[in-house]
Structures are given as structure tokens and as C-alpha cells.
């Protein structure tokens, strides 16, 4: 079975249509750059790559390969975005109360898109609630934050 270094290296020869300047890119020798690709090709059993001694040229099916293969490492690198995100606190649930006062002031609203832009994976639930009701759900872990307005007095 094929793994990402493949992958990648596929596509940088792919991309430059030469197996030097994509071992250049990739900051490897030639030799092993042509092995992967050959080990790709036999765990696929098709020809991706036609070559000769001054030309490289993508095969059909390696022309369907490639866009399937950029595909799989943005769909990897995605993944892994997405679990360090996580690991870091950036997705789950936020769970907020407001009063209704609360809710008319502008800096609630520009306070929650700036967190929904900053955090896009972090779901937020909103809850109506009078003042006391807020202290005690924050007391039983029911909600996270509580936003209330103090009245001048």
C-alpha cells in the first residue's frame, strides 16, 4: 500500500515532469525519488509516468492519480489541522447564557463572531437567562460563561 511520502513524491515529479528538479525540490537523491515512484506504480499495478531518457510525461491514469493524490494530502493536512486544534482547545462546545439587556449591547454580537472567526470548530450554544438563573447554571457546570449586565445604581 502506497503512504504519503509516496504521494508527495508523485506529485512532485508529476509537477515538474522531470525526476531531477523534483528530487531537487524535494531535497533528495534522484535514485530513491525513481524507487518510490516505481513501488508506487507496481502497488497500483498501472503506469503512471512514461518516461525516457530526456522527457517525463503523465499517463492517463497517472492524470486521474494526481488530482486524487493532491486530494488525499489536503484531505491528511486537514485532518491534522483539525487534531491539533483540538488537543489545543479550539473545538467542542461553548455553552453561554445572556440577559436580555445584554443581548442589545454591540460588543456581545462582536464578541461572539470575533470568537466564532478565531475558533470556527468551537460550537456555540446560546441560552436566554435572567441574572440568578446564569449564577446557578455556571455554579452545576450547565453552562460555560455567562454574560449579564450590571445595573448602575
Not at 492519480?65 to 467542542?92: K, M, P
Amino acid at each position: 500500500m502506497f503512504d504519503f511520502r509516496q504521494l508527495r513524491y508523485f506529485i512532485a515529479v508529476a509537477e515538474e515532469l522531470s525526476f531531477t528538479r523534483a528530487a531537487q525540490r524535494l531535497h533528495i537523491s534522484q535514485p530513491p525519488l525513481s524507487q518510490q515512484i516505481q513501488s508506487l506504480e507496481q502497488d497500483l499495478g498501472v503506469r503512471l509516468l512514461e518516461r525516457n531518457k530526456r522527457n517525463v510525461a503523465l499517463t492517463e491514469p497517472g492524470q486521474l492519480f494526481l488530482e486524487q493524490a493532491r486530494q488525499i494530502l489536503l484531505q491528511a493536512d486537514e485532518a491534522r489541522h483539525l487534531v491539533s486544534e483540538a488537543a489545543a482547545g479550539f473545538s467542542g462546545q461553548l455553552r453561554l447564557a445572556y440577559t436580555v439587556s445584554v443581548s442589545f449591547h454591540p460588543a456581545l454580537p462582536q464578541a461572539l463572531l470575533r470568537f466564532g472567526r478565531n475558533a470556527p470548530n468551537v460550537r456555540m450554544q446560546l441560552s436566554e437567562m435572567y441574572t440568578e438563573p446564569q449564577f446557578s447554571a455556571l455554579r452545576a457546570g450547565q453552562i460555560d460563561v455567562g454574560f449579564v449586565r450590571n445595573e448602575p445604581a
